[in-house]
């Protein structure tokens, strides 16, 4: 087909390119003015260890915190994480539900948790966002901190 061709279709069928487009665009503007703006806010968590400053003590931390970071990153979503944010902020709806709103992502070699919350109320979903930070750094230091007895308990072998 040569350039030709292809004017001579247009010049056919141009009412009713004309009036396709002018549906898909009445379409768009429809959905538009009928969808519910969604807002998005985001909270970073930085995360580190301490140590004793020497370069080798250093480079293990930090290697340590970035494979900490992704597991880190998993628990925002979970009701142990969640439920906290629901009580504090008084929402009425489960931390499954709340879940879905919120997301959670560690850049790949960095010590960076990114938390995403999203709502249609603006101020919401910047409070969700901080509350999760907040409930995410309370759950870590309770997991992290040294425990009094074992966390497992060796089985003696029958003989």
Known sequence: MELRDYV???RKGWILITAITLAGIAAAAAY?????PEYSAAAKVFVSVQ??????DLV??????????????????????????????????????LGLRITA???LDT??????????DP???????????????RVVEELEAPRR???YRPCASPR
């Open 111 to 120: 010590s960076l948790i990114q938390i995403d919350a999203t709502s249609t």
């Open 149 to 151: 007895t074992p966390a």
């Open 123 to 137: 101020a919401e979903a910047a409070d969700l966002a901080n509350a999760a930070s907040q409930s995410l750094a």
């Open 60 to 97: 293990q931390g930090n290697t340590f915190t970035q494979n900490r970071v992704k597991s880190y990153a998993e628990l925002v979503t979970t009701p142990k994480v969640l439920n906290p944010v629901i009580e504090q902020l008084d929402l009425d709806e489960s931390a499954a539900e």
């Open 105 to 107: 992502t560690a850049p």
């Open 8 to 10: 001579r279709i247009i």
């Open 51 to 56: 140590s004793n400053d020497t370069v080798s």
């Open 32 to 36: 538009s003015f009928v969808a519910t």
